[in-house]
């Protein structure tokens, strides 16, 4: 991130988006991370709401407590993926730092590949998870619902979103893998 300095004497960070390795793919991911960041304000603004009920009118509610769960749970399976689309993982880079950059442009495209292959398989295994939270054993859709006094949905949304956002990791992944294969090794990274 470069860091600007605008006359009035603040500064502020340029947001570099995602790498141009992620392809349109991580440009959609990249935009689509506004929703998650102001999920997690709304839950912000969920808890207060509730705070305020509580203590001060004595009159809890039975949805914020699961709600906020379930908001910020969504935006932490989301991250991950945004966090591919930017390069910004963490990464050890006790020896990367140090290699050529020819050694280095392998070690991404292996790195792609290795992550590609470990979410498709959390893809699978949550495969797996959403047939026994989304189906019931006739066939028929049903989401798996909390239990609670209010009983909501989420469970069975979030196995259902990891399913689908671990597909697409896993897709992201293979692209990455695939333009740092492409890229000559004299061309600067990302």
């Not at 709600?67 to 935006?75: S, V």
């Not at 390069?87 to 292996?110: E, F």
């Not at 209010?150 to 259902?160: A, E, H, I």
Request: aromatic fraction near 12%; charged fraction near 15%; proline fraction near 5%.
């Amino acid at each position: 991130m470069t860091e600007k300095e605008n006359p009035g004497g603040a500064r502020h960070h340029d947001d570099p988006g995602s790498i141009a390795e992620a392809g349109f793919l991580g440009r959609i991911i990249d935009k689509t991370g506004i929703v998650f960041a102001i999920g997690i304000v709304l839950s912000m603004a969920i808890l207060i709401n509730e705070v305020i009920l509580r203590y001060l009118f004595n009159a809890p509610t039975i949805w914020a407590h699961e709600t906020t769960i379930f908001i910020c749970g969504m935006a932490f399976i989301y991250g991950g993926l945004y966090c591919a689309a930017r390069d910004q993982h963490i990464r050890v880079v006790l020896i990367y730092d140090y290699v050529p950059p020819r050694v280095r442009r392998i070690l991404n495209i292996a790195i792609s590949i290795i992550s590609a292959a470990a979410c498709g398989m959390f893809a699978w295994a949550s495969w797996i998870m959403v047939q026994r939270a989304a189906f019931m054993p006739d066939g028929t859709f049903r989401l798996e619902r909390s239990g609670s006094a209010w009983d909501p949905v989420y469970p069975g949304l979030v196995k259902v979103s990891l399913f689908i956002i671990m597909s697409i990791m896993c897709v992201q992944f293979l692209i990455l893998a695939y333009n740092y294969a492409r890229k000559k090794p004299g061309e600067a990274q990302s």
